[in-house]
């Protein structure tokens, strides 16, 4: 098994690296620049500008001093909640914790692309588990519920509002939820990111979407498993329902959700750009959207890089608990 | 697009008498699921309205009257107007044309990509299905929906470029904003073909093994013959069938782009742009979201419970998913 990551981890590696290169040449190969603004810039002040962030230079010369960077320099994980921006609160350090230099943005003058990520991470982390917690509670619940109670009330329930999830838009059920929950019942705040609550609405909307996918899948994964000659034995001893479905049936049926936990991650990665515009959260998918209409060139591809970063280790997590839930499957 | 099945020819040439055919089986089965027939003649009568209705209504989806202002629905606005004083019917349907086009044509592109590549992969086999496999395998860990947006917002002034050329072709004349939409084609058709290619490869390498191949293969029969009139029959199922459950997926992706600004350009609309408009002003005039919003999800529902019927209907368990 340990060879097993080591070997993927190894194959993150090209992985990343044409993601890097692909990245660094769309963005400066398109016409226009971060400083072509609507204000026009006298020619000096542009190649003074150019010059200060190295644009000037070649683009193979500056490609490799990116790359030179971006490139890990030590191992120091722990050091990854090191203060970032020094403001007082624990961050996502990536030049402490690996070395990597994503260079200085664009835009904010006299920030480091390392910093901005360090201080809207965490929020958007925050969220993206928020969300998936309430995906997999609720979808497994309800999944669960309608493979036991097969064809009743409950299965059909089940199915519509997992079918209502599919189809409405986060767009459309994040203010229709701040219109009822915020607006009407005044229980929460319609947009911030202060109190606790505020994270409430936010990532129930971010995980409804993906509780409705993993309803269904659960839902055939245990009706598939319910049928299986294990279950009847299960039965036969006198085991309880409720054992039998924790006991017995949960890990063979929940096969299909974990294979589908791949997709729904960099789904509320990418959802998480419009959640955050909705709710207002000060998070790094805003950012990252401002950021491309910016053209900050650096700032784009780093978060690129980091999305592109947490969704192959993501993946690689999703591949070993699918192993380790199914051992027929084997490590290659 | 429900007659493709029964259409499907695999018939064999041996037969005595005449049964039923797997695809008019398949039909059978279809019609008889009533959600899945409700939803294709929704789904065709929605289609049919859009396409052909606009030019009757003597509104255009650009008319402004602003002494009208935001109205509520009436019997000359069904849908209300905005507060420009715009039909919203009108726009709505008009949207839904461009919407519907999207889905449709972009999930085509990704159709084309995808059944081309999983088949060569899958014939060919060997070192180069190896090959090809590894680059989709490499694909999927990408981060897609960002390398859309990027898409979209950097080759904003090459498709601008586009749409001029294009309208200077008589029949597009009209056709303001042309260019980002055939970028929007593009762009998701080119991140919505690896699970196509997938589904088809392992397709292709399943019935490829079938002894009816290799009675074809003794009876010295061409490879183009058997790619042609056996195996991609047989591989047509699976491939009606995502390719169904693909287009509400291009159309969420379409009005996912719209709500970050990145669709098509106003005064043009979509159903995304249409739903985004309506969610900022929701609380003053609801009927701007819920028009769009409702025919929007309705459509998505009817696309997903006809692709669910399908695939009942054609018995393919691998499709989805």
Same mark, same amino acid.
């Given at each position: 098994?340990?060879?097993?990551?080591?070997?993927?981890?190894?194959?993150?590696?090209?992985?990343?690296?044409?993601?890097?290169?692909?990245?660094?040449?769309?963005?400066?190969?398109?016409?226009?620049?971060?400083?072509?603004?609507?204000?026009?810039?006298?020619?000096?002040?542009?190649?003074?500008?150019?010059?200060?962030?190295?644009?000037?230079?070649?683009?193979?010369?500056?490609?490799?001093?990116?790359?030179?960077?971006?490139?890990?320099?030590?191992?120091?994980?722990?050091?990854?909640?090191?203060?970032?921006?020094?403001?007082?609160?624990?961050?996502?350090?990536?030049?402490?914790?690996?070395?990597?230099?994503?260079?200085?943005?664009?835009?904010?003058?006299?920030?480091?692309?390392?910093?901005?990520?360090?201080?809207?991470?965490?929020?958007?982390?925050?969220?993206?588990?928020?969300?998936?917690?309430?995906?997999?509670?609720?979808?497994?619940?309800?999944?669960?519920?309608?493979?036991?109670?097969?064809?009743?009330?409950?299965?059909?329930?089940?199915?519509?509002?997992?079918?209502?999830?599919?189809?409405?838009?986060?767009?459309?059920?994040?203010?229709?939820?701040?219109?009822?929950?915020?607006?009407?019942?005044?229980?929460?705040?319609?947009?911030?990111?202060?109190?606790?609550?505020?994270?409430?609405?936010?990532?129930?909307?971010?995980?409804?979407?993906?509780?409705?996918?993993?309803?269904?899948?659960?839902?055939?994964?245990?009706?598939?498993?319910?049928?299986?000659?294990?279950?009847?034995?299960?039965?036969?001893?006198?085991?309880?329902?409720?054992?039998?479905?924790?006991?017995?049936?949960?890990?063979?049926?929940?096969?299909?959700?974990?294979?589908?936990?791949?997709?729904?991650?960099?789904?509320?990665?990418?959802?998480?750009?419009?959640?955050?515009?909705?709710?207002?959260?000060?998070?790094?998918?805003?950012?990252?959207?401002?950021?491309?209409?910016?053209?900050?060139?650096?700032?784009?591809?780093?978060?690129?890089?980091?999305?592109?970063?947490?969704?192959?280790?993501?993946?690689?997590?999703?591949?070993?608990?699918?192993?380790?839930?199914?051992?027929?499957?084997?490590?290659? | 697009?429900?007659?493709?099945?029964?259409?499907?020819?695999?018939?064999?040439?041996?037969?005595?008498?005449?049964?039923?055919?797997?695809?008019?089986?398949?039909?059978?089965?279809?019609?008889?699921?009533? /959600?899945?027939?409700?939803?294709?003649?929704? #789904?065709? %009568? @929605?289609? +049919? =309205?859009?396409? $052909?209705?606009?030019?009757?209504?003597?509104?255009?989806?650009?008319?402004?009257?602003?002494?009208?202002?935001?109205?509520?629905?009436?019997?000359?606005?069904?849908?209300?107007?905005?507060?420009?004083?715009?039909?919203?019917?009108?726009?709505?349907?008009?949207?839904?044309?461009?919407?519907?086009?999207?889905?449709?044509?972009?999930?085509?592109?990704?159709?084309?990509?995808?059944?081309?590549?999983?088949?060569?992969?899958?014939?060919?086999?060997?070192?180069?299905?190896? /090959?090809?496999?590894?680059?989709?395998?490499? #694909?999927? %860990? @990408?981060? +897609? =929906?960002?390398? $859309?947006?990027?898409?979209?917002?950097?080759?904003?002034?090459?498709?601008?470029?586009?749409?001029?050329?294009?309208?200077?072709?008589?029949?597009?004349?009209?056709?303001?904003?042309?260019?980002?939409?055939?970028?929007?084609?593009?762009?998701?058709?080119?991140?919505?073909?690896?699970?196509?290619?997938?589904?088809?490869?392992?397709?292709?390498?399943?019935?490829?093994?079938?002894?009816?191949?290799?009675?074809?293969?003794?009876?010295?029969?061409?490879?183009?013959?058997?790619?042609?009139?056996?195996?991609?029959?047989?591989?047509?199922?699976?491939?009606?069938?995502?390719?169904?459950?693909?287009?509400?997926?291009?159309?969420?992706?379409?009005?996912?782009?719209?709500?970050?600004?990145?669709?098509?350009?106003?005064?043009?609309?979509?159903?995304?742009?249409?739903?985004?408009?309506?969610?900022?002003?929701?609380?003053?005039?609801?009927?701007?979201?819920?028009?769009?919003?409702?025919?929007?999800?309705?459509?998505?529902?009817?696309?997903?419970?006809?692709?669910?019927?399908?695939?009942?209907?054609?018995?393919?368990?691998?499709?989805?998913?």
């Amino acid at each position: 098994m340990l060879r097993f990551i080591l070997k993927r981890l190894l194959e993150t590696i090209p992985v990343l690296l044409v993601i890097v290169t692909a990245t660094f040449f769309m963005l400066r190969l398109v016409p226009g620049g971060p400083f072509t603004a609507e204000k026009a810039v006298s020619k000096e002040i542009m190649q003074n500008l150019e010059a200060h962030y190295g644009l000037d230079k070649p683009l193979g010369r500056q490609y490799l001093s990116y790359l030179a960077d971006l490139a890990p320099k030590r191992f120091a994980p722990w050091r990854l909640f090191a203060d970032a921006d020094r403001n007082g609160t624990l961050d996502f350090d990536l030049q402490a914790a690996f070395g990597i230099n994503l260079g200085p943005s664009f835009k904010y003058p006299n920030r480091t692309v390392n910093e901005i990520i360090a201080g809207k991470l965490p929020a958007s982390l925050e969220l993206g588990l928020w969300a998936l917690l309430v995906a997999l509670a609720l979808g497994i619940t309800l999944g669960v519920l309608a493979a036991m109670r097969k064809n009743t009330g409950v299965d059909y329930a089940a199915s519509t509002l997992a079918m209502v999830g599919i189809c409405v838009p986060t767009f459309v059920m994040g203010p229709l939820l701040v219109l009822l929950f915020a607006l009407h019942l005044r229980w929460f705040n319609a947009s911030g990111w202060y109190i606790a609550a505020d994270r409430v609405l936010p990532a129930a909307t971010l995980g409804l979407v993906y509780a409705a996918y993993i309803a269904r899948l659960t839902r055939g994964g245990m009706l598939e498993v319910l049928n299986q000659d294990y279950i009847r034995t299960a039965r036969a001893k006198g085991a309880s329902e409720l054992r039998i479905v924790l006991r017995h049936a949960l890990r063979g049926g929940l096969l299909p959700v974990v294979t589908f936990l791949g997709p729904a991650i960099a789904g509320i990665i990418s959802g998480s750009f419009v959640i955050e515009t909705i709710f207002q959260i000060p998070g790094l998918g805003r950012e990252f959207v401002n950021s491309a209409f910016n053209r900050d060139y650096t700032l784009v591809s780093g978060t690129v890089l980091l999305y592109a970063g947490l969704i192959v280790g993501l993946n690689l997590v999703v591949d070993v608990i699918q192993v380790w839930l199914n051992p027929r499957l084997k490590f290659e | 697009m429900i007659a493709a099945p029964a259409t499907a020819p695999s018939v064999p040439p041996a037969a005595a008498e005449r049964p039923h055919s797997p695809g008019r089986d398949a039909w059978l089965r279809l019609r008889r699921n009533r /959600l899945a027939v409700v939803s294709g003649i929704f #789904l065709l %009568a @929605l289609a +049919f =309205t859009c396409i $052909v209705v606009p030019p009757f209504l003597g509104q255009g989806y650009a008319d402004q009257n602003l002494s009208l202002g935001a109205t509520s629905p009436s019997a000359a606005h069904w849908f209300g107007t905005d507060e420009l004083g715009r039909d919203q019917f009108a726009r709505v349907l008009y949207g839904g044309r461009i919407s519907l086009m999207v889905g449709f044509v972009a999930s085509l592109v990704a159709l084309s990509i995808g059944v081309t590549y999983g088949a060569v992969a899958g014939y060919v086999g060997g070192k180069l299905d190896a /090959l090809l496999m590894r680059v989709v395998d490499i #694909l999927y %860990a @990408l981060p +897609f =929906t960002i390398f $859309v947006i990027l898409i979209m917002v950097f080759l904003k002034e090459p498709m601008n470029d586009l749409d001029a050329w294009l309208r200077r072709f008589d029949f597009l004349k009209n056709l303001q904003g042309i260019g980002k939409i055939v970028g929007l084609f593009a762009a998701i058709g080119a991140v919505e073909w690896l699970t196509m290619a997938r589904i088809v490869r392992g397709q292709v390498l399943t019935v490829k093994k079938m002894e009816y191949i290799e009675a074809a293969r003794t009876l010295g029969y061409s490879h183009a013959r058997i790619i042609f009139r056996h195996i991609i029959p047989n591989v047509l199922g699976p491939v009606i069938v995502f390719t169904t459950l693909t287009i509400p997926a291009v159309m969420m992706l379409e009005s996912f782009l719209s709500f970050l600004g990145l669709g098509v350009d106003a005064p043009l609309s979509s159903w995304g742009t249409l739903i985004k408009d309506g969610a900022d002003k929701m609380e003053d005039f609801p009927w701007l979201l819920i028009f769009p919003g409702g025919l929007f999800a309705t459509t998505l529902l009817a696309l997903n419970l006809l692709g669910d019927g399908l695939r009942d209907a054609l018995d393919v368990r691998a499709a989805k998913d």
